[in-house]
């Protein structure tokens, strides 16, 4: 029962980010939105996977999304640093 409201209070938690993706005033401020939604992604991941009983499998699965995650915050930060940062 106990991580069961812990997953679900992370899953609330997780809608906080995109508030910051939505409104950022940079383009930046989007970027770690969406890096710290990805964050709190790969715990709750591992919560569910405590919730289920099967925390091998999902260990797994959250360390992929947090490569992933890694990946895609390192190809928009080269991509901003090749065209300059915020667009026009």
């Not at 997780?14 to 964050?39: H, Q």
Request: net charge positive; aromatic share 10%; with cysteine.
């Amino acid at each position: 029962m106990f991580l069961s409201i812990i997953t679900t209070l992370v899953a609330i938690a997780l809608i906080l980010p995109f508030y910051r993706v939505l409104k950022g005033p940079t383009v930046y401020d989007r970027m770690m939105g969406v890096s710290v939604a990805g964050t709190k992604t790969v715990v709750l991941i591992c919560l569910v996977g405590f919730v289920y009983g099967r925390i091998n499998m999902f260990i797994d699965i959250a360390i992929a999304y947090a490569m992933l995650n890694l990946l895609g915050a390192i190809v928009v930060a080269k991509y901003l640093q090749r065209t300059g940062g915020e667009p026009e």
